[in-house]
């Protein structure tokens, strides 16, 4: 079975600092990897993906994560933090065996202050 | 439309009821997901339907729990007896083709069972 781990629950950033979201994994075969983020009463919408290849995968909105095999992990960044970035933020992978159903982490929320 | 469509958005029902609750994915998408997003669960894996092949079930949490997808396009949860733990926002996906990774998601139904 796979599961994913986002390490706080909560996370405040200033506005123009650096975002980073932290995300391990189990999988007991190569990973599909993902981050989605969902804004107050919307829905999910794909920031980025790793399926294979280069490790370091850039997504919209100038958020990047890379994957860390020997570390299980695929942590989200951005360099720089604006407003619009306040949102949750959900890692999840998917089961390439089982036609690629999403298993989420618990969700991180994250908090803008200007 | 360009995306996965969900109605209704809101649904408030009284305990007992049934409810449906309508997915149209984007247009030429095969595989379709239904997930379910509650405070108590997270983020959490129903069912998926590929083409014509039989659906994947494993994540219906009871027997009240049904879906089907009609002429490979539109889907219809529906929920029996409805009970205050079915509360949540069910959210429908949908990709291209199971094997591709990385699915779209609708704007959810909100369901509050009072």
């Known amino acids: 079975a796979q599961s994913v781990t986002q390490l706080g629950s909560h996370v405040s950033v200033s506005e123009g600092a650096l975002v980073l979201l932290r995300c391990n994994y189990s999988s007991s075969v190569p990973p599909y990897l993902f981050w989605y983020v969902q804004y107050p009463n919307q829905g999910l919408q794909l920031l980025l993906k790793y399926t294979t290849g280069a490790t370091l995968v850039k997504g919209i909105n100038g958020f990047e994560a890379e994957f860390k095999k020997s570390e299980t992990s695929f942590h989200l960044t951005k360099p720089s933090a604006h407003m619009s970035d306040a949102a949750e933020y959900f890692c999840?992978?998917?089961?390439?065996?089982?036609?690629?159903?999403?298993?989420f982490g618990g969700g991180t929320r994250v908090l803008v202050k200007p | 439309g360009a995306g996965v469509s969900q109605s209704p958005s809101n649904k408030v029902t009284e305990k007992g009821k049934d409810v449906e609750l309508r997915c149209d994915p984007i247009s030429g998408h095969t595989a379709l997901y239904w997930y379910r997003q509650s405070l108590g669960q997270g983020l959490e894996f129903l069912i998926y339907f590929q083409g014509n092949s039989a659906p994947d079930k494993s994540g219906l949490p009871s027997d009240r729990f049904s879906a089907e997808r009609t002429g490979g396009s539109v889907s219809t949860l529906t929920i029996q007896r409805t009970q205050q733990e079915d509360s949540a926002v069910y959210l429908c996906?949908?990709?291209?083709?199971?094997?591709?990774?990385?699915?779209?998601f609708g704007q959810g139904t909100r369901l509050t069972v009072v």
């Open positions: 996906a949908s990709s291209l083709d199971f094997g591709l990774p990385g699915a779209f």
């Open positions: 999840a992978v998917s089961d390439k065996s089982a036609g690629n159903k999403l298993t």
